[in-house]
């Protein structure tokens, strides 16, 4: 076995689908329908912006990898 | 008939086929692949490599169909789940898909659980396939009715039998190749349809009140919350099950240059979704979607309201053009399918090759049938449709696939009760009177319990397996 190898669970590919579904889990618990900014059901804003934490994530998820793979090559 | 669109339509349905028999003739003298183009190919080319294999433009007129016919949080709720596409898959399967060494889903199913899993995915592969036509078709249509000026049937079954003769003699590399250009056209289109748009409204706020001032329902939720969390956990799983073009890119490029393409193509999917966000509004507010035979020909209303001629015509011609090398895609899968995986591999391995090429070509045109004969009347929007077939793919091979990465125990006849349970539920569900898009919230669990639960009560795989797939974890190289 080698040194470096790490549990499944602290895969960062895991601890980024963690990340991913709690914050899902918020949305679609929250779900507020009712209240409205600008015409639009807040609802539909929750989702908006998530499309920019997704892609905060994914830039997270590609410096950790890199960042680990320059640990392991030292 | 449009003149100009027409022209230009042609021109570049021409230019395409020259790029992609060029590309193919290189593809083929260096037996590289497509993804890795003799590892010449960067994250950014990659990006749109990536983006245009999973969304299909069909899907992107779609979703601007839905936003207008059902409200713009359904679009957002599309995107919601479209997003993560790409950082989802490479989350929860890039770094094992590239330990397995394998680029197709029925190739990993094989190697994980052997023989008769992998029919049964190639078969499910094939129904999915051609059930992905229908969306494809209604598109295209939609399309070449408008720009040739012929009803929409007519539309449907030259253009389902113009696929059919492209894909038969063209062959996978012209087509892949061009996903890139197409990919390219479709961002840099919405986003100049996006900034004209804007700058016709006075800005985003103008644009929205406009909306809302001819449909007030347009910020609203129309639908039950499942069908909104339904569309979001049917695409986010989209690049998870869908059948290989992400496999490739994780499987054949080096692991950084294949996370940075994903990344790419996460950004690629965000300006996508906020430009399809503008022209959603945009389509609202033209008060015309109930005037509409279609409401998917939303997208096609604004492109030819809001650009000159000349602008218009590229982009439909870019939109048909991806539509038509998805669609071809598609075609060779299921011919693949069936007449190479399943008849040459188990039926008859003495086949000759032209015995195979014959049966693929006739399975193609059957193929291309029965979408053209559902896509006269679409069952439903594009979204809803795209929406089901991920769906549906999720239930068959979402579980199956994942737990056989990540979990040594799933065996062969969980993975059987999983993919098949998967299915039959789902279309159970479908035939049944539920929320939109939300059988796969039932199938999906179905089928997670079926090969969880299958796979305890039955041997566990050998140690030499159990190993393997342990070893899809044991380093960093992802």
Known sequence: ?74 | MQIMETIILAIYLIIMTGIGIWFAKQAHSSEGDYWTAGGKINSFVGSFAFFAAVASSSSLMGAVGSGVALGVPFLLAYGFGAVAIPSFAMFLISGQIRRTGVKTLPEFFKHRYGKSVQIVAAILVVLSMTFYMIPQLTASGLIGSYVLGIDYVTAVIILGLGFTLYAALGGMWAITYTDLIQGAVMVIGMFVLAIIILMDHGGAGSLIQDALAVDPQFGSITQPWMSYFGLFIAFLWFGVVSPSAVMRNFAARDAKTARRSALGACFLYVTVFIFGFVIASAGASLGIADTLNNQDMIFISVIEHYMPALLAGIMLAGLLAAIMSSADAMLLAVAAGIAHDIYKEHINKDASEKTVTRLGLAVMILASIVGIIFAIDPPQLIAVMVGWVSGAMLSAFGFPLVLGLWWKRANTPGALAGMVGGTVTFIIMALLPFALVSEHLVSAPVSAILTVVVSLMTAPPSEAKQQEVDHYHMNLDA
């Open chain 1, 1 to 74: 076995m080698r040194k470096l190898t790490r549990k499944k669970w602290k895969d960062p590919g895991i601890v980024m689908v963690i990340l991913l579904s709690l914050i899902a889990l918020i949305v679609w618990i929250w779900w507020p329908t009712d209240t409205y900014l600008a015409g639009i059901s807040l609802a539909g804003w929750a989702m908006f912006v998530c499309f920019f934490i997704w892609l905060a994530l994914t830039v997270a998820y590609v410096v950790w990898m890199e960042k680990l793979e320059k640990k392991e090559v030292e």
